[in-house]
Nanobody, 121 residues
Framework: QVQLVESGGGLVQAGGSLRLSCTTS????????MRWYRQVPGNQRERVAT???????DYANDVKGRFTVSGDTAKYMAYLQMNSLKPEDTAVYYC???????????????WGRGTQVTVSS
């Protein structure tokens, strides 16, 4: 069975840093992309950062210059380094993996259960 787990969330003061980790395991042929999202209760889930198989990255405008996504898609792993955190960054952060089960099959998506990040002023 495929599993995806996030970790590294916690409570931090504004201006501080946190590093989130995302690990995926299971029946996966290859990973095409790993993405970080965040969601505040009552709001839509927001895409924060993307890491592709080729190593390309993309960020939401609000986190550019503060967050950095890295990892190794071949190992089904991604990280999100969050610096200069603001109270408005408070949310549940989710990892999402886009993967193949075979060489030429369709892609599938899997969500983690999320990790809470709370930034105090």
């Amino acid at each position: 069975q495929v599993q995806l787990v996030e970790s590294g969330g916690g409570l931090v003061q504004a201006g501080g840093s946190l590093r989130l980790s995302c690990t995926t395991s299971g029946s996966i042929y290859s990973v095409d992309a790993m993405r970080w999202y965040r969601q505040v209760p009552g709001n839509q889930r927001e895409r924060v950062a993307t890491l592709t198989r080729s190593g390309n990255t993309d960020y939401a405008n609000d986190v550019k210059g503060r967050f950095t996504v890295s990892g190794d898609t071949a190992k089904y792993m991604a990280y999100l380094q969050m610096n200069s955190l603001k109270p408005e960054d408070t949310a549940v952060y989710y990892c999402h993996v886009e993967f193949y089960k075979s060489y030429d099959g369709e892609t599938f998506g899997l969500w983690g259960r999320g990790t809470q990040v709370t930034v105090s002023s």
